[in-house]
């Protein structure tokens, strides 16, 4: 990483997968995997494409029973671009059927382009020079171009070029997926309007969503059209001179029939290809849509870890970029960058929405109806499930339905296993978190009031039946769920999954009850009176609310928050033994199956679990939240609960890293800069094992981000007002940021050794109250105020 270009150097085809991930294009609606056009889909390389929003389901026999999942599509390649000498042995050039001098990928950030240069040895002392530009419009989101330049070295002599756009993909990027049917697409059908422009279209097989794709091309040399199958191709014989460099240019449009305004896909994609510019002007809109992009995001962290966080925001931005606002889609886990968790949405919004909130709060809102849409499905789900309210699904895909497969494969032993993942109801306070987190820092009360107290009402409503009383206890108590954690689904010999008073999910409950009153309580009348008809909601429901808001189950043993009731009584864990047999051990669950033996027998987690609460809220608000529920969480407790944990975590997932540098960055440990560290190369150091190739992890790189925004300067928007409590971390004392904060475009936070810097663009805007621990400050627009702060 050199300031804004991420750089890969010499090809290594083990590498590919996750340099693919990483050089990944998109704005938003739709992004490339950056994979070399001269190459097909094979164990090394996986070009795929993929839509934000375009889902097929399918069907597979699978260890005996009839396994349904729906899958993001790899919808048809744009890419292919191959390449031979005319008068060579026929094979077409690539990394692995010639030999490469030199090869080198990089990602230019500032301006959202892939450049590749490789030379090729043909022999005789021949070389082929190639350099390829490639973009994915960020103005226009449903364009692409790729330009290609030839340069002969010590030879003259015919180049053959073949472009193409292939509908004969399928979804096999993911090597534990492949048992499972993969073939979306159907009905291909190409044609021409010109040699020079071609086109595919298709749909997929059970969604039947139709995909119009159109390609243009342009060289100094006639162009051809060639279509066979599923491809539509195009064909021009280039002729070489040493030294001289010569360019061929595809540009291309993808329509779908989600796509707003317009008759057909096909149409569209083929009318919008014949009416785009040339390269050098496309490339011109483009530069300026991203300019504009890093202005609204401006983050400034000197060193190594600005250059991955830059690198994490590029990521996010074209997975979730303005043109997100006009789309009905959720936030992918894995981007929209690869096949892994197929697509689906879970709970990582939590960690992805805080960011936007203060970036792009149109991305965050239209996210948040993604959810209100769904919620009639939701509460269908309660229903199925003997509950009142709104069960969101722990994965999530096009109607809201569950998601969450039946069975997974552990590569480790070769078992199909069940999957009780979908007992992760605490999924619904994630999106009630977001809603009150989004409303608290843009202001937006005609959502709160609207689509946002219906969310929370249901999801509040969920949790109050779900909660049964215990007489003995003399407190409700929420059974049969799983918690963040993941590798506890059951009690040790249960006979069906399920663990009861998971701390983080109870602890989440009462927060939602009790936002949810105040939500109510303070709504319009006439807006009161309105969802009061609509859902039934009455004052004996609220009194229920009340008491079960205080009363929830919150399980400790030995001086510390358990995980969840029953935790204290499991085994401890031999870790030292495990690490000394396996070295890496972050998925142990794996690796205990494969010994026939379970991690649900041991104190012992994947990832945080009890510590997120210290990631969703401040030392203030959890120290009330447990008060709220007749507990006393001082700091030697809460600082107990972090030891604990933090001897007894895998870390087996992106996000843990995350969440415990978090944690102990606001406890003011050392160890923090470790975690946050991890946190930083979780996706470019594959630490996770080989799973970046399958998609980058979103939630952790938008979580990193967080980190900087609200994390260490402990940034809360409550009350209308901006709250900070900065934590020193000596690793990362000085960095500054931009925020959009209740209709202030462009206010400028930078911290410097113990001193903030708060600037409030000109405006007629009213001033922002700062509330630091030991004073009140307003800012007017216009204004620039400094201060120490205190040790």
């Not at 069907?59 to 390449?83: H, K, M, Q, Y």
């Not at 609310?545 to 400790?556: A, I, K, N």
């Not at 604990?644 to 102990?664: D, E, I």
Request: charged share 25%; proline share 5%; with cysteine.
């Amino acid at each position: 990483m050199t300031g804004w270009t991420w750089e890969y150097e010499g090809y290594d085809p083990a590498e590919e997968r996750l340099r693919e991930s990483l050089c990944a294009l998109g704005n938003g609606y739709f992004a490339t995997r950056g994979a070399l056009p001269e190459c097909a889909a094979d164990d090394i390389h996986h070009p795929g494409t993929y839509v934000a929003g375009c889902y097929n389901r399918l069907t597979t026999e699978i260890a005996g029973r009839r396994v349904e999942n729906e899958d993001i599509v790899n919808v048809p390649n744009w890419l292919p671009l191959r390449f031979r000498l005319a008068d060579g042995d026929g094979v077409w050039l690539t990394p692995e059927t010639a030999e490469v001098l030199d090869h080198r990928q990089m990602v230019h950030l500032a301006s959202g382009l892939l450049e590749r240069r490789t030379r090729y040895a043909l022999g005789e002392g021949r070389v082929l020079s190639v350099r390829q530009q490639r973009l994915v419009h960020m103005a226009d989101p449903h364009l692409a171009a790729l330009r290609t330049e030839f340069t002969a070295e010590g030879f003259t002599g015919d180049l053959d070029v073949e472009a193409a756009l292939d509908g004969g993909v399928t979804n096999s990027g993911v090597a534990r997926y492949r048992d499972l049917d993969g073939r979306h697409l159907t009905s291909p059908d190409t044609g021409s309007v010109e040699p020079d422009l071609v086109w595919l279209r298709c749909r997929t097989r059970t969604s039947d969503i139709r995909i119009g794709m159109a390609a243009r091309l342009r060289a100094d040399a006639p162009v051809t059209d060639h279509h066979e199958g599923a491809r539509a191709g195009q064909r021009v014989r280039l002729g070489l001179l040493p030294g001289r460099t010569v360019t061929v240019d595809k540009t291309v449009a993808l329509h779908t029939s989600r796509d707003p305004a317009i008759s057909d896909p096909l149409d569209a994609a083929i009318d919008r290809v014949a009416a785009a510019p040339a390269f050098d002007d496309l490339l011109e809109t483009h530069l300026t849509a991203w300019d504009q992009l890093w202005r609204r995001a401006e983050l400034d962290v000197p060193g190594e870890a600005g250059d991955i966080l830059r690198l994490h925001l590029f990521h996010v931005l074209q997975t979730l970029s303005p043109h997100t606002a006009e789309l009905d889609v959720g936030v992918p886990a894995r981007g929209l960058h690869g096949e892994a968790y197929r697509g689906h949405v879970f709970w990582d919004e939590l960690f992805v929405l805080p960011y936007l909130n203060l970036h792009f709060p149109e991305v965050s809102r239209a996210l948040l109806r993604y959810r209100h849409r769904r919620l009639d499905r939701a509460c269908a789900a309660a229903r199925a499930a003997g509950r009142r309210g709104a069960l969101y699904p722990w994965q999530s895909g096009s109607d809201g339905r569950e998601e969450t497969q039946e069975v997974h494969l552990n590569p480790r032993s070769g078992r199909w296993l069940p999957d009780h993942s979908r007992l992760q109801r605490h999924v619904g306070s994630a999106v009630a978190y977001n809603v009150w987190q989004y409303c608290e820092s843009s202001g937006d009360a005609e959502f709160l009031h609207t689509k946002g107290a219906e969310m929370l009402l249901q999801i509040a409503r969920f949790w109050a039946d779900s909660a049964t009383w215990d007489d003995q206890l003399g407190r409700h108590r929420i059974r049969g769920v799983m918690g963040p954690d993941e590798y506890h689904d059951a009690y040790p010999d249960a006979l069906r999954p399920g663990l009861d008073d998971n701390a983080y999910t109870n602890v989440t409950a009462a927060w939602v009850l009790s936002r949810t009153l105040d939500v109510v309580r303070t709504l319009p009348e006439p807006r009161r009176r309105e969802l009061a008809e609509r859902t039934g909601l009455d004052a004996g429901e609220l009194e229920q609310w009340e008491d079960v808001s205080r009363t929830l189950h919150v399980p400790f043993h030995e001086g510390v928050i358990s995980q969840f009731e029953g935790y204290g009584d499991l085994a401890e864990l031999d870790w030292d033994g495990y690490r000394h047999r396996y070295g890496d051990i972050r998925r142990l669950d794996r690796i205990m199956e494969a010994e026939d033996d379970t991690v649900n027998r041991y104190k012992a987690s994947k990832q945080a679990d009890v510590l997120m609460l210290g990631y969703l809220f401040s030392p203030r608000e959890l120290r009330g939240l447990f008060e709220l529920l007749g507990y006393r969480l001082d700091d030697e407790t809460w600082h107990r609960t972090v030891d604990h944990y933090l001897h007894r975590t895998s870390h087996g997932s992106t996000l843990s890293g995350l969440v415990h540098g978090w944690v102990l960055a606001r406890a003011r440990r050392a160890a923090a800069w470790t975690y946050c560290q991890e946190a930083l190369r979780g996706d470019i150091a594959d630490l996770q094992g080989g799973t970046t190739g399958e998609g980058i992890h979103l939630g952790a790189m938008a979580g990193t981000l967080d980190l900087v925004q609200r994390g260490l300067p402990g940034l809360e928007t409550r009350e209308g007002a901006l709250w900070l409590d900065p934590v020193p971390l000596p690793e990362l004392s000085s960095y500054g940021f931009s925020l959009h904060y209740q209709g202030h475009w462009g206010v400028e936070l930078r911290l410097e050794r113990g001193r903030l810097g708060v600037t409030v663009p000109q405006s007629d805007r009213e001033p922002i109250d700062i509330r630091l621990p030991d004073r009140v400050v307003c800012v007017a627009p216009g204004e620039t105020y400094h201060l120490l702060l205190a040790d």
